[in-house]
C-alpha cells in the first residue's frame, strides 16, 4: 500500500484538468480500502474513480484514493434472466461490452458513458429512454465511519433523475463498491424509441435489431455529437436537462413555438438543455481553453490547459444567459469541486 505525494490529477479526471493531489493511493482491495479510512494520519480523504463526472477546481489537500477495485461475476441465473456483481472500479463502458459478448440485454442503451460502474448509481446514469434503475438490484457501499460495508437495496437508493441518496443524504458518508444488475438471457426488451436510434438503424439497415445493433447505433450517434475525452477534455453532459410543469411549459412553447421537448406525463415535461444554450449563443463558443462544444452544446470542454476555475466561469455564465432568456434554472450533472 504506497501513498505517494505530489501526484498530477490530471491522468485520473476526464476533463483533463491539472490539479495536484497532495497524497495519493490506489485501492484495489476491500480489506486495503478499511485500513486506508482507519489512517490518523490522514484525517481527510478524497474518493476518486473514473474521473468523468467531476470538475475539480483546486488542488486536493486530502488523501486522494482511487477507487480501482476490479472482478464480474454471475450471481444466479435462471433461463430468462442473470444478476451479476460488478466490482466499482470496472469501467462502465467495458462492462457494457461484457453483456453484449454474453447476450445479456440491458445496457446497450447506456453504451459509450464514461466513467467506473462504483459511480453510475451516484447519478442513476441514463441515455436514450434507459436509466441504470431500470436493471439494478442493488449496491454494496463502505460506511465512511465504521468501515463496515452495507447493502443497499434498490429502494434505498432513492432514484429519481440523475440522482440518488447517496448525492443527498448518503452524500460523503458510503464508498460504494460493487454494484447488482439483473439482465434478461432471452426476449431481450429493445428501446428504439428515443433520440435517433430508429433513424440510425435505418442507415445501418437494419430491419431487425439485435441488442448489439442497438448498442453499435448508440455509439455511432454518441460518437457523432460528443467528443472523445481523450480527444478533448469534457464530463459528457455538464447540466441535467430540465423538468418543468405543463404551466411552464405552455408559456414556453407560446414565446418560442420551435422548442423541443419530450412529454413525461401529463404535467412534466423535459426540455433539452442542448438546445436552450444553443439559443443563447454559445454553440462552439470558446473562451480561452474553455468552451462550448461546436457539435453539441450541452457540453463543455477543455481545450487544451484550461482551470477548473474557468470552465465553472464558464459554466455560470451559462446558466445566468439561459435563466434571462428562459426563465429555466440549469442544474449541473457535473460535481463541482470547489
Not at 465512511?144 to 460523503?172: H, P, T
Not at 453499435?216 to 453532459?237: F, H, M, Q, T, Y
Not at 443563447?280 to 477548473?308: I, S, T
Request: aromatic share 8%; proline share 4%; charged share 25%.
Amino acid at each position: 500500500m504506497e501513498i505517494k505525494d505530489n501526484i498530477s490529477l490530471k491522468p485520473y479526471n476526464t476533463f483533463g484538468i491539472d490539479v495536484i493531489a497532495k497524497h495519493f493511493v490506489e485501492v484495489t482491495g476491500l480489506a486495503q480500502l478499511q485500513r486506508l479510512l482507519q489512517l490518523s494520519a490522514y484525517p481527510d480523504k478524497f474518493i476518486i474513480s473514473g474521473g468523468s463526472n467531476m470538475l475539480l477546481t483546486k488542488d486536493i489537500e486530502a488523501l486522494v484514493m482511487h477507487i480501482n477495485l476490479k472482478g464480474i461475476r454471475i450471481v444466479e441465473e435462471d433461463q430468462e434472466t442473470v444478476t451479476i456483481k460488478i466490482m466499482a472500479g470496472e469501467n462502465w463502458h467495458d462492462l457494457v461490452l461484457w453483456t453484449l459478448d454474453h447476450d445479456y440485454g440491458g445496457l446497450e442503451n447506456l453504451s459509450l458513458i464514461p466513467g467506473n460502474t462504483g459511480t453510475a448509481p451516484i447519478q442513476n446514469i441514463g441515455a436514450y429512454g434507459v436509466e441504470l434503475k431500470d436493471v439494478f438490484v442493488g449496491c454494496e457501499a463502505m460506511n465512511v465511519q465504521n468501515q463496515e460495508l452495507q447493502a443497499f437495496s434498490k429502494e434505498d437508493c432513492q432514484f429519481g433523475y440523475r440522482d440518488s441518496i447517496f448525492k443527498n443524504k448518503a452524500k460523503g458518508k458510503y464508498i460504494i463498491t460493487s454494484v447488482m444488475l439483473k439482465l434478461t438471457k432471452a426476449n431481450h426488451k429493445l428501446h428504439t424509441f428515443y433520440g435517433a436510434i430508429e433513424d440510425e438503424l435505418k442507415q445501418m439497415n437494419v430491419v431487425t435489431p439485435t441488442i448489439r445493433d442497438i448498442s453499435n447505433a448508440v455509439v455511432s450517434i454518441r460518437s457523432k455529437k460528443l467528443p472523445d475525452p481523450k480527444e478533448i477534455g469534457n464530463s459528457g453532459s455538464f447540466f441535467k436537462n430540465p423538468v418543468v410543469s405543463k404551466k411552464t411549459f405552455e408559456k414556453l412553447q407560446k414565446k418560442h413555438p420551435n422548442v423541443p421537448f419530450y412529454k413525461m406525463d401529463d404535467d412534466t415535461y423535459k426540455i433539452p438543455t442542448g438546445w436552450l444554450i444553443e439559443q443563447c449563443g454559445f454553440k462552439g463558443k470558446r473562451f480561452g481553453d474553455a468552451g462550448v462544444h461546436e457539435k453539441q452544446a450541452l457540453v463543455l470542454v477543455n481545450y487544451g490547459n484550461a482551470r477548473g476555475v474557468e470552465i465553472l466561469e464558464l459554466a455560470e455564465k451559462v446558466q445566468k444567459t439561459v435563466a434571462t432568456k428562459f426563465g429555466i434554472r440549469l442544474f449541473p450533472e457535473v460535481n463541482i469541486i470547489k
